[in-house]
């Protein structure tokens, strides 16, 4: 699609069809009415499930532009269903469902009954993202745990680990706290945040008092993933468990003890003593009717260990090589660990942290309550302890480890079993930390409701929650607009986009300057590319105007980008692009002489 035609998303007075009822949908349907104030027909498969009675509710904030979105319940994607809902009158349609499959053979329906409505399809699969992309065509694939992941690892790694952020011409760019800068500031891109107030202030005017801002960065690399012991010695380590190395201990101790006295009563060396008293253990000593008392003893008591030490010991060893080969197969927690992360629920965005804290080289311990959960296998695959079990119970929060855990990264959709796991787990360890010297549980929440997040911090000190729908829907909005939105920056529960903009043939932007386009508070330009090339850059001029070949990189607000993108939108009639004056050096010598001819008198 050229930069000169209106795309598809941009053309007035149609709907947007938006198909699913999950968070992500319910929080698209609200950016789609209240930040863009289009019509919107929402596909629910029923009126009583998930998120379907909130969205079938939804109504549009008071003054603002949208109405209310026409709902139409189905339980299956049909094309009849989807002829219901418009597709082909529609600007965009946006397949959102929690099932992959679901939604790319919906959208190859869609496709088939309109081969030029935009498509927006939500995929976890990033190589079957790529293949649907490329096959149907003015179809943009999302993620929304990977809009969301850097925010939850941000949260659980605070400073130590920033943002990353990789724009066009693969220009590497990143978060950062201003004063961990020093006096290194020339990379600063622009200043993102002041969060030292008691309301965070995003892109203020003042960028002198912003400490979180965005930097370039120049060939840096995360360290490398951390090695787990081999299969056989992790197996060695079950086998010689705890019960078992008391077992043999006790054991031990009571040989020296009966060598000691056999030594003292017969006056034996102790390799003979050691003989004597495995020999006796063992059942092959004979009975000395004129021993020494203290000898029979010690004969009677080695003969009744040795009669109960084989079957004691071949019960231990069995349990423990059971046990061994079921956790080892299963990936569980074998090895004693500290100052690791916990992620409990690996579904999509579990999944993604979970990847994202490995790369960064953290040690993780994945729980989950079912062997089926996406992230179990990921997990194992890359080597990570995994815990079957219930995080809401005591057990399987300790059998992670939690005592010496760095983190807890609460992850599944219930916002009460997150909150409940990590109430569960705060108390205890904060003594435990607090007794050792250690810093507290760092607890890092997966809260959807806003206001409920907001009174959860209130009354439990749980600052750090995120949800993912807040994340992700902004960026699905866009891509419904025919606008790219390249990576989300997390601060707080809030979110900054970062955007790639075209500017349209005879938009209202084109002829601007780049100054006039950023506002504080709500969009700030940090990048042009210019020309068919590309090239990206970063030192904006002041007096040069915009012109249709060029594309602008922007961080705005949620507000702030629903209000620039009608300003890039293309005329429906625009001026042809004037042709630049030829330099004075690369000038025909014909075209020098006009130049430089004076202009002849004219009669007044």
């Keep these: ?285 004979d009975a000395d009717p004129g021993a020494p008392l203290a000898e029979k003893v010690t004969a009677v008591v080695l003969v009744i260990a040795g009669v109960a030490i084989v079957p004691t010991v071949t019960a231990l060893v069995v349990d423990a090589l059971v046990h061994a080969r079921l956790t080892v197969a299963a990936g569980g927690l074998v090895d004693p660990v500290a100052d690791h992360v916990i992620v409990v629920g690996l579904g999509n965005i579990g999944t993604r942290v979970l990847q994202e804290l490995h790369s960064f080289g953290v040690l993780v311990v994945a729980v989950d309550r079912t062997e089926s959960a996406r992230g179990v296998a990921v997990a194992r695959e890359l080597g990570l302890p995994v815990v079957i079990g219930d995080a809401t119970s005591p057990e399987t929060l300790r059998a992670a480890s939690l005592h010496t855990a760095r983190a807890l990264v609460v992850l599944t959709g219930d916002d009460v079993s997150n909150l409940e796991t990590a109430l569960l787990g705060r108390p205890g360890h904060t003594a435990e930390r607090a007794a050792a010297g250690q810093p507290p549980l760092r607890i890092v929440l997966r809260l959807f409701d806003d206001a409920f997040a907001q009174r959860v911090q209130r009354t439990f ?29 997390s601060v707080g529960r809030r979110v900054l986009l970062i955007a790639d903009l075209p500017v349209g043939a005879g938009s209202e932007i084109e002829g601007l300057f780049c100054p006039d386009i950023s506002r504080p508070g709500e969009v700030r330009v940090i990048a042009m590319r210019t020309g068919r090339a590309g090239q990206t850059i970063w030192s904006l001029p002041d007096r040069r105007p915009l012109v249709r070949t060029d594309r602008l990189i922007v961080v705005a607000t949620r507000a702030g980008l629903a209000a620039l993108l009608p300003r890039t939108v293309p005329s429906a009639d625009p001026p042809a692009l004037p042709e630049p004056s030829p330099l004075p050096l690369l000038a025909t010598p014909a075209q020098r002489e006009r130049t430089h001819r004076p202009e002849p008198n004219r009669p007044a």
């Design 1 to 285: 699609m050229s930069d000169d035609t209106l795309p598809a998303a941009e053309r007035s007075g149609q709907r947007y069809v938006v198909c699913g009822d999950g968070t992500l949908a319910r929080r698209l349907v609200a950016e789609l009415v209240d930040r863009y104030g289009v019509a919107v027909t929402v596909v629910l498969p029923s009126l009583t499930e998930n998120h379907a009675p909130d969205i079938a509710e939804f109504s549009p904030e008071p003054g603002g532009p949208g109405q209310r979105p026409e709902v139409l319940v189905a339980r299956r994607l049909t094309a009849e269903v989807l002829e219901r809902a418009r597709v082909r009158q529609a600007a965009a349609v946006a397949l959102v469902g929690d099932d992959d499959v679901t939604n790319v053979d919906a959208a190859m329906i869609v496709r088939e009954l309109d081969p030029d409505v935009r498509l927006v399809v939500r995929l976890f699969n990033s190589v079957l993202g790529e293949g649907v992309a490329t096959a149907l065509g003015d179809c943009a694939v999302l993620s929304g745990s990977e809009f969301a992941a850097p925010a939850f690892v941000a949260a659980t790694l605070g400073d130590e680990a920033p943002t990353y952020l990789r724009l066009p011409d693969d220009e590497l760019v990143r978060t950062a706290h201003r004063e961990a800068l020093g006096p290194a500031t020339a990379d600063i891109v622009c200043a993102l945040a002041d969060t030292d107030g008691p309301e965070t202030v995003t892109l203020p005017e003042d960028e002198e008092d912003a400490d979180l801002v965005l930097v370039r960065t120049y060939g840096q690399h995360r360290p490398e993933p951390p090695r787990r012991r081999s299969r056989l010695l992790r197996t060695t380590g079950l086998i010689f468990g705890r019960n078992v190395r008391r077992a043999l201990a006790g054991l031990a101790a009571l040989f020296v003890a009966a060598g000691t006295v056999l030594a003292l009563a017969r006056d034996l060396q102790p390799a003979e003593a050691a003989y004597l008293v495995l020999l006796t253990a063992l059942g092959g000593a």
């Design 461 to 489: 000190g749980l600052t750090r929650s995120r949800s993912v729908s807040y994340l992700a829907a902004p960026a699905f909005a866009a891509a419904m607009m025919g606008r790219e939105v390249i990576d989300t920056i």
